[in-house]
């Protein structure tokens, strides 16, 4: 499915300081019952955002105006458990772009960047950087520099760099999906099959 | 190459690369691929969007098991999200050439299940389904793993995904297990050293005299559960244990096409001398029966054991007391004794009739205690038969425990099976997540054996008192 191209990001935050947030929590397993990809942003963080009749959480930070941005902060190990590319459509589709961390489970991060979300891992000091950044001003900005691999806590000047490999950097800023890339391969996945043993 | 001491990862990974992307992933080919009901139908529509078709339809297969009831499966499924989710699984098939296994199918079933059984999961084979337990296929010494719909997507389209290759874990097991020590204690005591993401970015090889002498639906437990340790996969060396467990299977090679293929599979081990990036090495007798007492699967320790301080464990405070408040629990209780609700026998971990005998050693000649409700769920259509041949049902009916029909269940409560907030449930299923098996529930994640003894005694129960 094509996503918008990323290319740079300059937004406020919404702070998640949670470790080990896993695909259970951004999106439970009840509402995966969709056979088209819709409206999964209004279940995402559903049983830490709503009370059992469906009231909001308070104290959730998606509940609270304050917070606001295309940037999710989350604690180390995001993304961790099932496979359900759900999570990241919810995260995608509740209009968050960027999701930064100290590490991401591996499913989670491919899925991501297959939509179109850019995972950005930096060093566990800078993550509390950005979370400190965003408990002094709620509408602390940062940019997110997918060209230069660099994001930057605007008020302060403070920036790291992070990692993506060349080709996915590249599908990212262009808005490519990797199916595109296969279907100009048939030919050579047709002659691989031939010689398979299976 | 033929020189280099290679891994039995490696050897695998390596055979299936058709391209290799400078600064980008391997364009990786897939042998084997199943779908389900909940991840595919957006990929199907994707296909439909593109206009292209699936490419290889023979080598995709289709079963429905996250979303299915475990009770009256030969009536309307009643909650018309998931009949529509099931029927677009079989119109998909249908419409695509794949071989579908739907609800009231003699071979439906788990998917992990129903895949090794039936002999479609074989050596050497590498194996992606739209679900992270599919790093259970592993055991047989395939490279399997879980992806997301658009790599489910990739797959029909191309039989191909972009991978980078994972770097490579060894965790080795030596020694031998004490009584009452099963595959899943093995499993839950190795992600207890690790942490829940102490092999994220690496593919796992067990190895060692524990997975040497285990069986073949041990072996599947612990590759079962390898992504709850951050890995992609996990894989065992095929040996005679798994050539005789494929031997006959429905789909599995036969005659010449057999002595070829184990001539292959004989290659399938990791050679002298080869590195990995990270190897572990446990002692068998420091393993008790485990349990979990938090809300990851690496929050578990022996059954004995008293609940961690927070100082004691890696990890944040804050993040440590919030799962302890969710299950109820504080720092220094202990876990033997506690009042339980529920209990949960199947899923994709523990759902074979290995599984099944285990709870039965126990439950046998007990009763079911007045204040658990248990749902006992065979893994696929060919266990439920296996349990009642047995005379497994018999001990179980005498017992108080009623069988239910073959699927996902209470692992991941899509279904009616859903534990209700508040109560705890002790349960053979892989994940122990806030809200995974039912909103506001408590899991803890357990062997047969444990979920056996707290069936009959209504409490957290070391099993090697019953045995």
């Not at chain 1, 209004?42 to 009370?51: A, T």
């Not at chain 1, 990241?88 to 297959?114: E, M, Q």
């Not at chain 1, 950097?169 to 999906?177: A, I, L, R, S």
């Not at chain 2, 709870?359 to 893994?379: E, L, M, Q, Y």
Request: hydrophobic share 40%; with cysteine.
């Amino acid at each position: 499915m094509a996503y918008d191209k990323f290319t740079l990001l300059r937004s406020t935050a919404v702070p998640l300081p949670i470790e080990n947030v896993d695909t259970d929590q951004i999106i439970p397993a009840r509402f995966l019952k969709a056979t088209k990809r819709e409206g999964f942003g209004d279940n995402l963080f559903r049983d830490w955002r709503y009370n059992g009749d469906n009231t909001p959480k308070a104290d959730f930070v998606l509940n609270n105006p304050i917070y606001k941005g295309k940037i999710l902060v989350g604690g180390h190990n995001f993304g961790s458990g099932s496979s359900r590319e759900h999570a990241a459509w919810a995260i995608y589709d509740y209009g968050f772009r960027c999701v930064v961390s100290s590490f991401f489970a591996d499913i989670f991060k491919g899925n991501s960047l297959n939509i179109g979300i850019l995972p950005v891992q930096v060093s566990p000091e800078f993550l509390d950087q950005i979370f400190q950044a965003i408990e002094a001003d709620p509408d602390a900005e940062f940019e997110v520099n997918l060209e230069k691999q660099k994001i930057t806590i605007v008020s302060t000047g403070e920036s790291e760099s992070f990692d993506i490999n060349g080709y996915k950097k590249h599908n990212m800023m262009n808005g490519f999906d990797d199916i595109d890339y296969l279907q100009a391969m048939k030919v050579e996945i047709k002659q691989f099959e031939a010689e398979r043993i299976y | 190459m033929s020189n280099q001491a290679n891994t039995l990862f490696d050897k695998v990974w390596d055979a299936h690369v058709v391209r290799k992307i400078e600064d980008g992933p391997d364009v990786f080919f897939i042998d084997r691929h199943f779908i389900h009901e909940v991840t595919s139908p957006v990929a199907f529509l994707g296909l439909e969007s593109r206009k292209i078709g699936v490419m290889y339809p023979e080598r995709t297969f289709a079963t429905a098991d996250h979303n299915t009831p475990t009770i009256n499966q030969h009536l309307p499924v009643a909650d018309p999200l998931s009949a529509n989710q099931l029927k677009a699984l079989e119109t998909n098939s249908l419409k695509y050439g794949i071989s579908h296994w739907g609800l009231g199918h003699a071979r439906n079933g788990i998917v992990h299940v129903v895949g090794p059984e039936n002999g479609i999961t074989l050596p050497g084979m590498t194996i992606v389904c739209g679900d992270s337990h599919t790093s259970t296929h592993g055991a047989f010494g395939a490279i399997a793993f879980g992806i997301g719909t658009s790599e489910v997507e990739m797959v029909l389209s191309s039989q191909c995904i972009m991978q980078p290759k994972p770097k490579k874990m060894r965790v080795n097991v030596v020694g031998e297990l004490g009584k009452g020590v099963t595959p899943k204690d093995v499993t839950l005591y190795i992600i207890s050293k690790l942490t829940t993401a102490g092999a994220t970015g690496y593919f796992v090889e067990y190895a060692g005299d524990v997975f040497e002498q285990m069986s073949m639906e041990g072996r599947m437990t612990v590759c079962n559960m390898s992504i709850e340790m951050g890995a992609r996969g996990g894989m065992i060396a095929p040996d005679e244990t798994t050539f005789a467990y494929i031997n006959g299977r429905d789909q599995a090679p036969k005659g010449e096409k057999w002595d070829t293929a184990l001539a292959y599979w004989k290659t399938l081990k990791t050679d002298e001398g080869a590195v990995f990036d990270k190897e572990y090495t446990f002692d068998a007798a420091d393993i008790e029966p485990m349990i979990t007492y938090g809300t990851n699967p690496g929050m578990g320790q022996g059954i004995s054991r008293n609940i961690p301080t927070s100082e004691q464990v890696e990890g944040g405070k804050s993040t440590y007391d919030k799962s302890l408040a969710y299950m109820g629990f504080h720092e220094n209780e202990s876990m033997l004794g506690k009042q339980i609700d529920y209990v949960f026998i199947g899923s994709c971990t523990n759902g074979r009739i290995e599984d099944f005998r285990a709870f039965a050693s126990i439950v046998k000649g007990r009763k079911k205690a007045d204040n658990v409700t248990a749902w006992v769920v065979p893994g696929s259509h060919i266990v439920e038969a296996q349990i009642r041949e047995e005379g497994i049902l018999d001990i179980l009916t005498e017992a108080g425990f009623e069988l239910r029909q073959p699927g996902c269940s209470a692992c991941l409560a899509m279904n009616d099976d859903k534990i209700p907030a508040g109560k705890y449930a002790v349960s053979t299923s892989n994940r122990n997540f806030e809200g995974r098996q039912g909103p506001g529930a408590r899991t803890l994640l357990a062997s047969p054996l444990v979920a056996a003894a707290a069936a009959v005694t209504g409490v957290v129960t070391d099993p090697r008192d019953l045995l």
